[in-house]
């Protein structure tokens, strides 16, 4: 069985392989028994991407991979799940021309398939399903629609390649769309979120007038997770509930003056989901957001708020703060501390964050409360992730937020240094599609400097080419190889290259699949610095390898 292993960055490893059936063999084992280190092994239509704790785990986990043997099949007894749909969707009769049949008889073939669910990615709940294997009495062959729609509604069912698969929510898209069913593909109120789990067997059952989301939607086993969702908590985002959320002691701590641009609760995320289409979000600058949380007494983990733009709190009860990240000028009243130290503020005092912009100076700033905030949690988590929608709303102007009653230490720490360094310079391991490009354009990508533009945000860095002292634009990168790249794992550093040769860096909230070639991947340790840049700054990269001591080895969080 032929396969090949590659880094990415320094905290994963990706496996290409011939085809989906050995890579849902891979898959399996790989859940079954994970390596040591394993966070999650990501499936997708050739690869699987295994990712890691630390970089220690990686390249242990990299010299595994090499040898390794699926010890375990995709599953040998997997539920069925039947999903009802009304097939009237908007290109079932352009799909039907393009076969060259008759729309009956694409929904015959498309009800009577069996379908096996391969591989989740691209949203929350949505899962790619393939023709299960022995089961070739039709071939899908489906192109995708020339230009996708801006908004596909939420339960449509579509064709795109040889996938069929329910839109989860609503979302841009590019699949031709069958029709529609009401089952709903993703509740966070279920012991399994995600209606699909990969290895199930999926079949569409045809229902001639609309459906209701409590309709039998499964067999057998098929639903028997399934839980009716539950009211949203106030303020909560997509999916924001109590249901996982464990009752903490807490109380009004601080009121929200003045939000800024943007103030995000967040943590260390919720890593371990991306086979059901769920990143790791969590704090963008985590350093900054761990040492803010030290200073006053929490966990690592707990809720800070990241702020852009400038914040303004007042304090309900007598409290301790610490503010960290951006370069910023902080104070209460007239009074003005040090980013990195503790703050006692008394109730009704107000505490300030008056960032000093410009370039260098960081965009993000992480203001950490004792006790840690307390809002609904998704999966474990109170990140909000912006993609997707899941967790808390973002804060408001006037919301009053809750902090625990507990702490991680008896007592508020010393002053840190704050992480933020300003500099612009981001290490990144080759790959792992470094093949698409020359080593010349490879090298080009280095020496280039690069501008972070306005459409950055928390999913990733969009990067443009400043014009030259003469006004002449530098040519953006350009691709050696043709054709497109099937949709894969991504981690939080891929720098993607998009067709117009102007790379993406993702960041904490980045799809969990993508489809263009990742030239390189920011290793770990500089993922914060990554999440500081600001619209403007300049970036530059530079290659290192994988194996120490090049690529800095870092200690789990």
Same mark, same amino acid.
């Given at each position: 069985?032929?396969?090949?292993?590659?880094?990415?960055?320094?905290?994963?490893?990706?496996?290409?392989?011939?085809?989906?059936?050995?890579?849902?063999?891979?898959?399996?084992?790989?859940?079954?028994?994970?390596?040591?280190?394993?966070?999650?092994?990501?499936?997708?239509?050739?690869?699987?991407?295994?990712?890691?704790?630390?970089?220690?785990?990686?390249?242990?986990?990299?010299?595994?991979?090499?040898?390794?043997?699926?010890?375990?099949?995709?599953?040998?007894?997997?539920?069925?799940?039947?999903?009802?749909?009304?097939?009237?969707?908007?290109?079932?009769?352009?799909?039907?021309?393009?076969?060259?049949?008759?729309?009956?008889?694409?929904?015959?073939?498309?009800?009577?398939?069996?379908?096996?669910?391969?591989?989740?990615?691209?949203?929350?709940?949505?899962?790619?399903?393939?023709?299960?294997?022995?089961?070739?009495?039709?071939?899908?062959?489906?192109?995708?629609?020339?230009?996708?729609?801006?908004?596909?509604?939420?339960?449509?069912?579509?064709?795109?390649?040889?996938?069929?698969?329910?839109?989860?929510?609503?979302?841009?898209?590019?699949?031709?769309?069958?029709?529609?069913?009401?089952?709903?593909?993703?509740?966070?109120?279920?012991?399994?979120?995600?209606?699909?789990?990969?290895?199930?067997?999926?079949?569409?059952?045809?229902?001639?007038?609309?459906?209701?989301?409590?309709?039998?939607?499964?067999?057998?086993?098929?639903?028997?997770?399934?839980?009716?969702?539950?009211?949203?908590?106030?303020?909560?985002?997509?999916?924001?509930?109590?249901?996982?959320?464990?009752?903490?002691?807490?109380?009004?701590?601080?009121?929200?003056?003045?939000?800024?641009?943007?103030?995000?609760?967040?943590?260390?995320?919720?890593?371990?989901?991306?086979?059901?289409?769920?990143?790791?979000?969590?704090?963008?600058?985590?350093?900054?957001?761990?040492?803010?949380?030290?200073?006053?007494?929490?966990?690592?983990?707990?809720?800070?708020?990241?702020?852009?733009?400038?914040?303004?709190?007042?304090?309900?009860?007598?409290?301790?703060?610490?503010?960290? !990240? =951006?370069?910023? #000028?902080?104070?209460?009243?007239? %009074?003005?501390? +040090? &980013?990195? *130290?503790?703050?006692? @503020?008394?109730?009704?005092?107000?505490?300030?964050?008056?960032?000093?912009?410009?370039?260098?100076?960081?965009?993000?700033?992480?203001?950490?409360?004792?006790?840690?905030?307390?809002?609904?949690?998704?999966?474990?988590?109170?990140?909000?992730?912006?993609?997707?929608?899941?967790?808390?709303?973002?804060?408001?102007?006037?919301?009053?937020?809750?902090?625990?009653?507990?702490?991680?230490?008896?007592?508020?720490?010393?002053?840190?240094?704050?992480?933020?360094?300003?500099?612009?310079?981001?290490?990144?391991?080759?790959?792992?599609?470094?093949?698409?490009?020359?080593?010349?354009?490879?090298?080009?990508?280095?020496?280039?400097?690069?501008?972070?533009?306005?459409?950055?945000?928390?999913?990733?860095?969009?990067?443009?080419?400043?014009?030259?002292?003469? !006004? =002449?634009?530098? #040519?953006?990168?350009?691709?050696? %190889?043709?054709? +497109? &790249?099937? *949709?894969?794992?991504? @981690?939080?550093?891929?720098?993607?290259?998009?067709?117009?040769?102007?790379?993406?860096?993702?960041?904490?909230?980045?799809?969990?699949?993508?489809?263009?070639?990742?030239?390189?991947?920011?290793?770990?340790?500089?993922?914060?610095?990554?999440?500081?840049?600001?619209?403007?700054?300049?970036?530059?990269?530079?290659?290192?390898?994988?194996?120490?001591?090049?690529?800095?080895?870092?200690?789990?969080?």
């Amino acid at each position: 069985m032929s396969h090949s292993v590659s880094p990415v960055g320094t905290r994963a490893v990706i496996v290409d392989l011939p085809d989906l059936v050995t890579v849902m063999a891979w898959h399996a084992s790989l859940v079954a028994t994970p390596l040591p280190g394993q966070v999650e092994a990501i499936a997708a239509a050739r690869t699987v991407l295994v990712c890691f704790d630390a970089h220690s785990s990686a390249i242990a986990g990299l010299s595994a991979l090499r040898d390794f043997h699926p010890q375990t099949s995709a599953e040998a007894n997997p539920r069925e799940v039947t999903i009802d749909v009304v097939y009237d969707g908007e290109d079932l009769a352009d799909v039907a021309t393009l076969m060259d049949i008759s729309t009956e008889e694409l929904i015959t073939r498309h009800t009577q398939q069996q379908w096996l669910a391969a591989f989740g990615g691209f949203a929350p709940g949505f899962t790619y399903c393939v023709p299960a294997e022995g089961d070739h009495t039709y071939t899908w062959d489906v192109p995708r629609r020339s230009s996708p729609r801006t908004a596909v509604p939420a339960g449509a069912v579509g064709l795109a390649g040889q996938f069929s698969a329910v839109y989860p929510r609503t979302s841009p898209g590019g699949w031709q769309l069958l029709g529609h069913t009401t089952q709903p593909m993703w509740d966070t109120n279920a012991e399994q979120p995600a209606l699909l789990q990969p290895g199930d067997t999926v079949r569409y059952r045809q229902v001639r007038e609309s459906i209701s989301a409590g309709a039998d939607s499964s067999t057998a086993s098929g639903d028997s997770n399934a839980k009716a969702p539950r009211e949203k908590s106030a303020g909560g985002g997509v999916g924001a509930s109590t249901s996982n959320t464990p009752i903490v002691p807490a109380r009004p701590s601080v009121k929200v003056i003045d939000a800024g641009l943007q103030t995000l609760f967040q943590d260390t995320g919720r890593a371990g989901h991306g086979d059901i289409g769920v990143n790791s979000s969590g704090a963008v600058d985590r350093a900054s957001a761990w040492a803010a949380n030290d200073v006053v007494g929490n966990a690592s983990s707990a809720t800070v708020l990241e702020n852009i733009g400038g914040i303004e709190l007042e304090a309900l009860v007598d409290t301790a703060v610490c503010v960290t !990240g =951006a370069q910023a #000028t902080v104070s209460i009243g007239r %009074r003005t501390v +040090e &980013l990195g *130290s503790p703050v006692q @503020v008394k109730a009704g005092q107000t505490l300030q964050v008056e960032p000093l912009g410009g370039a260098g100076n960081g965009l993000r700033n992480y203001v950490a409360v004792r006790g840690g905030l307390v809002t609904d949690k998704v999966l474990d988590s109170s990140s909000t992730d912006v993609l997707s929608g899941l967790g808390p709303q973002p804060v408001s102007t006037g919301d009053v937020l809750k902090a625990g009653r507990r702490t991680a230490k008896a007592s508020v720490g010393a002053a840190t240094t704050n992480p933020f360094d300003g500099t612009n310079v981001l290490r990144c391991v080759a790959g792992p599609r470094e093949d698409w490009f020359s080593s010349e354009e490879l090298q080009r990508f280095t020496e280039l400097e690069w501008t972070v533009t306005g459409q950055s945000n928390r999913v990733g860095l969009r990067l443009a080419l400043p014009a030259g002292e003469d !006004g =002449a634009e530098p #040519t953006p990168l350009q691709r050696s %190889r043709d054709g +497109e &790249l099937a *949709s894969e794992g991504m @981690v939080s550093g891929s720098i993607q290259v998009p067709p117009n040769g102007l790379p993406v860096v993702f960041m904490a909230d980045h799809p969990v699949t993508g489809g263009y070639p990742v030239i390189a991947t920011v290793i770990d340790k500089d993922l914060d610095k990554a999440g500081q840049f600001a619209p403007g700054d300049t970036v530059r990269f530079e290659l290192v390898d994988f194996d120490p001591p090049a690529a800095t080895t870092e200690p789990a969080r």
